[in-house]
Nanobody
């Protein structure tokens, strides 16, 4: 079955960096778009970044210029490099797969990985 396992979260000071990873299995990774979402305490889940099967990327305005999404099809893994982190980036981060960039996730959410940015 489809599995998406997020990792790489942690506690970091404002201005710092983290790289999140999402290891995928159970489907042909290269055929799907992949996205990162986040959910902060008391807020709705929001789309952070996405990458198409062909490598086209898209970002939420709040993270443009600071975050970079990438994928390694050989490793079936999608990454989120997060630089210049701000306290408002604190959230649980989830990855998802979609048929096309910008469309709804196909699967239930995984456990996510917690990112905490201290001021």
């Amino acid at each position: 079955q489809v599995q998406l396992v997020e990792s790489g979260g942690g506690l970091v000071q404002a201005g710092g960096s983290l790289r999140l990873s999402c290891a995928a299995s159970g489907f042909t990774f290269s055929l799907f778009a992949m996205s990162w979402y986040r959910q902060a305490p008391g807020k709705e889940r929001e789309l952070v970044a996405g990458i198409s099967s062909g490598g086209r990327t898209d970002y939420a305005d709040s993270v443009k210029g600071r975050f970079a999404i990438s994928r390694d099809n050989a490793k079936a893994t999608v990454y989120l490099q997060m630089n210049s982190l701000k306290p408002e980036d604190t959230a649980v981060y989830y990855c998802s797969r979609t048929l096309i960039l910008g469309t709804s996730p196909l699967d239930a959410w995984g456990q996510g990985t917690l990112v905490t940015v201290s001021s």
